[in-house]
């Protein structure tokens, strides 16, 4: 392999599919990122078997061949360069790697490229895309409400709910949920209706991606994998098997609710990282208090003191004490940028939704409380 590229081009390339390579032991190969020069690209791909990245980068390419470099240490290296361009070069009876950049020469002890996963192949009938801020901001609004560990693992994925050109995308770890709602141009004259549980992960690293406004995010959605298109990035994931629980069913009736209160979410946010300060030093939770237009915020920590503060909202219904994990109104405060929500309530130890002013996307946050005695 011999090839020349710009070092921006390198960096962009390496960065993007290094989010794949796995930092886990068990197969060393997993720790590479392969390069294989053809035609006017380099293609570099990782994978750590639940999701794979590749990246065409353009290059003058002057022989083709394929090697598998370790991708920390290569990036690592290459961030340390200039402007300019950089030239590989590998042996066909080698695995090592020869950079040259500027004075400096280097070289990488590879590993055998027969031994690096290929990419799966994916088969299905179910495509679209999606235009790539609209699908940053719904992954945005949900992934974090993903469960962090995979006990159990449908909690630690996205489930992506499809009908026809529209779609419903949500995430819980069973104490709160977040739900979104969008639509995608579909592919074809095929029956569009699948339930698909995306990884958190896989979503939230797609999400970063496709940071390009003028991109559409493309997907192909397999049976065990689905593969994902962002101009010259191709992302493959593996599916997570399991039943969904039914989201609906969780979600309070119109019905249900008995008390609603219209809070200003600047100020909201103000008392709350206040309270922060004594919840994380104690039990980690927040108590409010509403009552006539007015919410009052209490918090403790068990060797530094307390937190209270009250505040006025638009508030309709009796006098209601309930308690959160603050962490998890934290989380929704950070991803929320409209000026006002709603929070709407059935009771104290049942379900409150928060949400935000004017979202057209039919936005939800469902948020458990907090025994307390």
């Known amino acids: 392999m011999k090839v020349s590229c710009h070092v921006e081009d390198l960096l962009y390339g390496s960065q993007t599919v290094g989010r794949a390579v796995s930092n886990k032991n068990t ?22 078997l639940e999701m794979a990245i ?13 090697v ?14 200039d402007e300019g361009d950089v030239d590989l070069t590998s042996e066909q009876d080698s695995f090592d790697l020869s950079i040259s950049f500027g004075a400096s020469n280097t070289k990488f002890r590879g590993m ?22 609209i699908f940053r901001d719904l992954v945005k609004q949900i992934a974090f409400a993903a469960a962090t560990d995979e006990v159990r693992p449908v909690f630690s994925g996205v489930l992506m709910d499809i009908t026809e050109d529209r779609f419903v995308m949500v995430a819980t770890d069973t104490h709160r949920l977040a739900k979104t ?9 095929k029956d569009s209706n699948a339930k698909v549980i995306i990884p958190a992960r896989t979503m939230m690293e797609l999400a970063r991606l496709a940071d390009d406004d003028n991109e559409k995010v493309q997907m192909k959605i397999g049976k065990n994998q689905i593969i994902f298109q962002i101009g010259s990035i191709v992302f493959v994931s593996r599916l997570i098997n399991g039943q969904y629980p039914p989201y609906r069913d969780v979600i309070p009736k119109d019905s249900a609710f008995h008390s609603f209160a219209k809070i200003d979410t600047k ?22 208090i509403f009552s006539e237009n007015s919410l009052q915020i209490m918090a403790a920590g068990q060797d530094i003191g307390e937190f209270k503060s009250r505040f006025n909202i638009d508030y309709q219904g009796e006098e209601l004490s309930i308690a959160y994990n603050i962490r998890y109104i934290m989380d929704i405060l950070k991803i929320m940028d409209s000026e006002q929500f709603m929070m709407k309530l059935t009771g104290p130890m049942t379900p409150a939704v928060i949400i935000p002013e004017k979202e057209e996307n039919e ?3 469902l948020l458990l409380p907090v025994r307390i005695s």
């Open 267 to 288: 100020r909201f946010r103000q008392e709350m990282e206040r309270a922060s300060v004594f919840a994380r030093s104690g039990n980690n939770l927040v108590k409010f």
């Open 181 to 189: 709602e969008g639509s995608w141009q579909t592919d074809g004259e």
């Open 68 to 81: 598998v470099i370790p991708g920390k240490n290569f990036l690592d290296l290459i961030r340390c360069f």
């Open 27 to 48: 197969l060393p190969i997993l720790s590479g990122i392969m390069m294989q020069a053809q035609g006017n690209d380099l293609i570099l791909r990782a994978t750590d």
């Open 363 to 365: 936005y939800l946050y």
């Open 112 to 133: 055998d490229v027969l031994e690096f996963p290929a990419l799966p192949p994916v088969s299905g009938e179910i495509s679209g895309s999606i235009a790539a801020p």
């Open 54 to 66: 590749e990246c065409h980068i353009p290059a003058m390419v002057q022989e083709e061949g394929a």
